[in-house]
């Protein structure tokens, strides 16, 4: 995928959940494409597959889920990246997936959101401490909540972020939107995604940019008239890093989308 994207003209890219046929030399690996890299979630994929929940009940799934993140931040600064990214909490883990997201059952007492947050609050301060060692940022990404997961995920209303990161100001703490996520959240929930932004800008380091109907996470490519750009083009957020995660048909489209993109946020 590295090759294709080179070939289409892609000079950064964001490294997220991938096979990768050996890490031993994933470093000088990676430094020797002469690309800008980003590293995000689920990498570097681990030996085991798991998955990943900083706010797990299940200690051993907790321990491993911040040992990755760790892994991951040590990898960043290798790289020479500004920040590594990570999913907010779930108050469940996964029992199952249903083909394009995972199953998550229903809390069993009304407490366990409140369990759930300082479980990701406390794993979260051991994450930073190591991106404060390294001089890199520890980015947090809004969940998509659909009908199903009502309950299910931390930090879904606009004012929880703010209050996340009051808590641990003054960390090395920012926020990732993702505008697909954040279009279902918002339509599910029944709060205006703009007033969202508004609650969150003075934390907003970087953005996964895509769109949809509001009702499915479908990763639609941002079209002209869209509400995405007028948010990319606000004056507060000019600064913030714009990774297209649209799914389009090959790494040429892709490069012609960012490059259009590019353009309409330089012509606001």
């Known amino acids: 995928m590295l090759d294709a994207y080179r070939a289409a003209g892609i000079a950064a890219v964001e490294l997220g959940a991938a096979d990768v046929d050996s890490d031993g030399d994933l470093v000088p690996r990676l430094r020797s494409l002469g690309l800008e890299l980003l590293v995000h979630n689920y990498f570097p994929p681990p030996a085991e597959p798991f998955?990943?929940?900083?706010?797990?009940?299940?200690?051993?799934?907790?321990?491993?889920?911040?040992?990755?993140?760790?892994?991951?931040?040590?990898?960043?600064?290798?790289?020479?990246?500004?920040?590594?990214?990570?999913?907010?909490?779930?108050?469940?883990?996964?029992?199952?997936?249903?083909?394009?997201?995972?199953?998550?059952?229903?809390p069993e007492s009304p407490d366990d959101e409140r369990r759930a947050l300082e479980?990701?609050?406390?794993?979260?301060?051991?994450?930073?401490?190591?991106?404060?060692?390294?001089?890199?940022?520890?980015?947090?990404?809004?969940?998509?909540?659909?009908?199903?997961?009502?309950?299910?995920?931390?930090?879904?209303?606009?004012?929880?972020?703010?209050?996340?990161?009051?808590?641990?100001?003054?960390?090395?703490?920012?926020?990732?939107?993702?505008?697909?996520?954040?279009?279902v959240t918002a339509r599910t929930i029944g709060f205006d995604r703009l007033a969202f932004v508004d609650a969150v800008e003075p934390y907003v380091r970087a953005f996964h940019v895509h769109d949809n109907d509001g009702f499915a996470d479908s990763h639609l490519p941002v079209a002209e008239g869209s509400w995405v750009l007028d948010v990319l083009a606000r004056r507060e957020l000019r600064a913030s890093t714009v990774v297209v995660e649209a799914r389009l048909e090959d790494a040429s489209a892709l490069a012609e989308h960012v490059a259009w993109l590019r353009s309409r946020l330089a012509a606001r």
Not at 164 to 178: A, K, N, S, T
């Open 51 to 106: 998955v990943l929940n900083l706010a797990s009940a299940d200690a051993d799934l907790r321990r491993r889920s911040l040992d990755h993140v760790l892994r991951a931040l040590d990898l960043t600064a290798a790289l020479g990246a500004p920040f590594y990214s990570v999913h907010a909490g779930w108050i469940t883990d996964p029992v199952g997936f249903d083909g394009t997201s995972f199953v998550l059952p229903p």
């Open 119 to 183: 479980r990701f609050v406390a794993a979260l301060e051991l994450a930073i401490d190591r991106a404060d060692a390294l001089g890199v940022e520890l980015l947090v990404e809004n969940h998509v909540f659909t009908e199903a997961d009502r309950g299910k995920l931390l930090l879904a209303e606009p004012a929880d972020f703010p209050a996340l990161f009051r808590r641990l100001e003054p960390r090395r703490l920012g926020l990732l939107i993702d505008t697909g996520h954040l279009n």
